[in-house]
Each structure stands twice: as C-alpha cells, then as structure tokens.
C-alpha cells in the first residue's frame, strides 16, 4: 500500500551508509536487510485479562519478521491518553500501518484525522471506534457484541424454563467492564434488552468489574457482605466470573451448574472452558481474540490495491457443561 514510503525510508537507509563510508560489497547490515518490511504500529488496550493476553500473543505472531513485517508494540494499560500518544508516536516514526485496540469507542476523531492526514491506513480491532466520518479509518473486525449479550439472554430464559423457575423473580447482578468500551456497551445492551423483555427479572445490582478478577471479586464480596438477594452474577468477561466465583467461594455461597446462583460470562478462553466443563460457569459465551491473522488479511488487501469490508463480524459459539469435552479445551489455542 506504501511503497513510496517504504523506498524512502530505505533510500534513507542507503544514504545514511555510503556517508558512513559502507563499501558496495559488504553484507547488508541488520537495518539495511529490513527495508522492505511492513512496519506496523499496534496500541494494545492492556493485560487486563486472558482474554486480552491471547490478543496480544495472536498479533505477536502474526507479525514477524519471517512474514515481512516489522511490529511496533503499545501497552496502553487502559488508559486512551496512552493510545493517543502511541499513535502519534506511530504517525511520526513514518509506520506504514497503524492498528487499534481502543479502549473505549469515543474520542478518536482528532488523532485519525492526524493518521489520515499523514496517508497512514488505521485499522481497528476488537472494540469499534464511533467517529463522524468512517474514512478514518480503512477497517475494524471484531465481535458483535451486542449478539452476545443477546445469546446470553436468550439461552437464560430456556434455562429457566429447563429448571421451572420461569415465572419466579429473578435477581440478576451485572458486572460490567471498562465503562464506555464496545464489549461492556453491547453485552449491556443485551442484558437490558433481557430486563425489558422479562418483568419477573429484576437488576439487584450494577456493579463495575473494569474486566478484570481482582475488582469484580472486591465489588462482588462487599455486594454478598450486604446479603442482596442473587440469582444471577452476569460478568462481562471470564476474569470478572473468577473473580465472583472467588467471592461466592469466600462466602460460601453455591453456585453453577449444580448450585444456586447461576454465572453467565463471556469470552471462552480455555481457563473459562475449564471452569464451565468443571460447572463453576454455567454458560460461557464466545468472543475471539484471534484477530492477528484476520488483521493481516486487511493489511494484504490494501497492500494488494484493494477495498477490504469495512466492518467484519467475526462468527462465535456460546458453551456450557454439556457441549464442552477436555479435549476441546485442550485444543483449544486460548
Ligand atoms: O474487548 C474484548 C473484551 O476485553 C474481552 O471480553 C475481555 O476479556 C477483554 O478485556
């Protein structure tokens, strides 16, 4: 997609070795040998879960050297400001693409204009970014969230029925994730949508888990410390369920798939998978962090002079005890 790019920085390169006084015959150094590499300047949200963790390993191994690329990698530790900064800092380092996990969907307009401006392609994974004009940015692929918390909900109300609780109240805890983030407005969403379409169920509480196991087992505590009633702990991702599950475990509450209180997460890394084939979750549902490969594909159709789709929904599972087998999970790669 940017040759001239490319050649310019490796002209710079060449230059920069004849003044050195490099003769024609010398093995091209480590710098010069990587000229023709794609650079791409990946901001990662954090390390915030398993989840998370397998994201940032996928795009690792996607983009190596072996393949043409050179990777740039950003720890945002969550925080937007960190991104902002990283893709400046990608803007002026001349990358030839940069890739966004945003942390949340707002607040992007000015620094993808800056990338726009500066002829750099800007692809978006995982969580989507809301701007005024889509043309900044060329694609994003990620999960339908939203279809997520829909699945959730749709599965809850037949498990009711399987278990003759469907007339009774139900209180629901949620535990949502980093507020203002694509997968805590879509699984909210879908949550709400369950509320609305079910007036026997009731939100106990709405608590804040920031994805991650130690606060969701810290609200979690305190919340079963008041004794509220529960009967669900909706948890935005697998860590938030550990860390409920670590908080009813302390309480001596049940729970799962033998228990009282049911537990519905997303994610299904092999450690959620694990904790479902075990029934400690009840239902795991599926969000892949498998998006190197996927991203690599849009980064070969612009290098390839083509148009990639500009929203790409990857297709997810949900599972419980009785479709998982420890084989599955150990062959599972996350
Ligand atoms: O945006 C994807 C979500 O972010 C995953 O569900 C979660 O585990 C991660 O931290």
Known sequence: MRPVKRW???????????????CAQKEPDAEEKDENLIVVGFSEVGAESDWRVANTESMKNTFVEEKGYELMFHDAKQKQDSQIAAIRNYILQEVDYIVLAPVVEVGWDEVLMEAKDAGIPVIVVDRMVKVEDDSLYAAWVGADFRKEGDTAMQWLEEELKRQGRDKEPLYIVHVQGTEGASAQIGRTEGLEAGLSAHPNWKLAARLSGE???????????????QGTDVDVIYCENDNSAFGAIQALEEKGVSYGADGDVIIISFDATRAGLTACLEGKINLDVECSPLHGPRVEKIIRQLENGETPEKNQFVEEGYFTRENLTEEFITEREY
């Open 211 to 225: 994805f991650t196991q130690a606060k969701t087992y810290e609200v979690v505590l305190e919340l079963l410390s």
């Open 8 to 22: 310019k920085r490796a002209a710079a390169l060449v230059c920069a070795a004849l003044m050195l006084g490099a």
